[in-house]
């Protein structure tokens, strides 16, 4: 609900529980939604909890902190939100909000518009999200996609929510990958000059590349530049596809350039000097089992090059020395196993391992025709952002990849997506919110001043108002869980009590007082699913 009134029941209930004389931990209070509306506005199942552990009755239990609860009410400024507080069921304590409780709420918003919404649970702590980080080797793949659509959307919410949030781009613009794929564009580049060429299994055969090579060799690129031309041409693709997405990084942050900079070797110097580096079988070893990790890790190797720990080590550095006391990385699922050494990285020069967050975004599938579509990266057959963004566009691509937990692999429909029909999740949200903006364009009636919203009696009135009031609690679940995914969730939801209240209930041609408040509950609808859109990357459509 709205404006922390879960916040202060939950208060109520530990003040109870302090007064019965009765223990539970801080964490073991939770004060949640019922399943089914009709028993209340908010539950709590401590009488259970509490039940079993001092072996009492559960409903005994909740009908001495009922009374207590509600001669709390009695004093406190919620004897005009909460009507009724009762033991239901086999002892959970449900809580009932009044009427007044949601007209006052609902008229907040439509008063204040997107800004009674917004919340200051990060109080501006500097959080950096890092996200895609996609070697500059090929066009976008449909697991980059979804990444960029799950750290973008995550960026808005914790900005909504008052962090002070930097989107930043880890460019691998070095190394082996970028060696292969200059050779790969030598060696088409001769192709297209007559040569045989038989072409290695490891390289990049795109049909990309062969445009990259004719390029080259149109600006007379040298063999030895062919690595860093081939790489900053595929670069300004990336960068395009992701701003035609609808994301935009703060950041581009270089590898070459934290190699150059000294950060590298500083980093090393500051944990030989902690007594986290050492050598053995001429390699330098990263004392990773110090702080949790399986086994030690080299960071140099015995030739003398660096792994790729060696520059992820100064880069989460460099994050904490540029004032982030919130690390935030998405990474694929094939970096399961490197978490573990980067914890111990940051925790080595004394940061807390939990201001790191690392969330693993699994896979996609794209379907087309019923038939998934395969996918290899050095061959180029694999599906593009570019390629779904031209299918779908950047709405519909956008919403499908948020639509399943970032812990959960994703089918993505292409049919499904590009159907103007309410089988498609965002055309239904999206045309909620354009159905809202034509009915207020259609009222021939000016709002009175005087407006009593208390004539919104009927159930599906009210289940709408609640409905909107509970994106604070999905918002809150989005930040806990790292995970936007609630949020499709919830405008699909909010969506599907509008269009039943709408096809129950005529807007307009209802009398005065009622067709005024209808309309700016209507209005209240159009100005939640308009930020939680906006949240999203999506389009908040005024005509379909």
Not at 286 to 305: E, H, L, M, N, Q
Not at 369 to 395: C, F, H, K, W
Request: charge should be negative.
């Amino acid at each position: 609900m709205h404006k922390n009134i879960q916040e202060d029941i939950t208060a109520l209930v530990t003040a109870a529980l302090a007064k019965a004389k009765l223990r539970l931990a801080p964490e073991e209070i939770i004060i949640d939604f019922p399943t089914d509306n009709r028993f209340g506005d908010f539950t709590t199942n401590i009488a259970l909890k509490l039940g079993k552990l001092i072996r009492r009755p559960p409903r005994d239990v909740a009908a001495e902190l009922v009374e207590i609860i509600q001669r709390e009410i009695a004093e406190s400024e919620l004897k005009d939100s909460v009507s009724l507080v009762k033991v239901e069921g086999s002892g959970f304590i449900n809580f009932y909000l009044a009427p007044g409780y949601f007209y006052d709420q609902l008229g907040k918003i439509i008063t204040e518009g997107k800004e009674a919404l917004r919340l200051d649970t990060g109080k501006g702590k500097k959080v950096l999200i890092e996200f895609v980080s996609a070697n500059p080797t090929g066009s976008l793949s449909v697991a980059h996609a979804r990444q960029a659509a799950v750290g973008d959307c995550l960026a808005n919410i914790l900005s909504f929510l008052g962090f002070n949030v930097q989107r930043e781009y880890y460019l691998n613009d070095e190394g082996n990958q970028i060696n292969i794929l200059g050779r790969s564009v030598e060696l088409r580049r001769r192709e297209l000059a007559g040569e045989r060429i038989e072409f290695p299994e490891n390289y990049y055969q795109g049909d990309y590349i062969y445009d990259i090579a004719k390029e080259a060799d149109k600006q007379k690129i040298k063999d030895a530049e062919l690595g860093d031309f081939a790489a900053d041409h595929i670069l300004k693709i990336i960068k395009q596809e992701l701003s035609d997405f609808g994301v935009d990084f703060d950041c581009w942050y270089s590898q070459k350039g934290l190699a150059k900079s000294g950060k590298i070797e500083e980093s090393f110097s500051q944990l030989k000097e902690k007594g986290f580096l050492y050598e053995q079988d001429g390699a330098t070893w990263f004392k990773s089992t110090a702080f949790g990790d399986d086994k030690d890790r080299v960071v140099i190797k015995s030739d003398g090059s660096q792994t790729y720990l060696a520059p992820d080590i100064a880069y989460h550095q460099d994050k904490y020395k540029r004032g982030f006391s919130w690390l935030i990385n998405l990474w694929g699922p094939d970096h399961h196993g490197y978490i573990n050494r980067i914890k111990a990285s940051i925790e080595a020069f004394g940061h807390s391992p939990e201001s790191l967050s690392v969330i693993i975004v699994q896979l996609a599938t794209i379907f087309r025709n019923g038939t998934p579509i395969q996918m290899s990266t050095r061959r180029g057959q694999y599906i593009t952002l570019r390629e779904i963004l031209d299918e779908v566009g950047a709405d519909a691509s956008r919403f499908f990849f948020l639509m399943r937990r970032t812990s959960s692999h994703l089918d993505f429909d292409l049919e499904v997506a590009k159907k103007q029909s309410a089988e498609n999740p965002v055309y239904y949200v999206q045309y909620a919110h354009a159905r809202i903006c034509s009915i207020l364009r259609s009222a021939d009636i000016r709002l009175k001043e005087d407006l009593d919203l208390s004539v919104l009696a009927e159930k599906e009135e009210l289940d709408l108002i609640k409905k909107m009031l509970e994106l604070e609690a999905v918002l809150n679940v989005c930040l806990i869980n790292r995970d936007p995914y609630p949020l499709t969730v919830y405008l699909q939801e909010l969506s599907e009590s509008f269009h039943k209240f709408y096809d129950l209930h005529r807007v307009l041609g209802q009398g005065a007082a009622l067709t005024c408040a209808r309309l700016e509950l209507i209005k209240g609808v159009k100005i939640v699913l308009s930020c939680g859109l906006e949240l999203l990357g999506v389009a908040r459509p005024e005509k379909m």
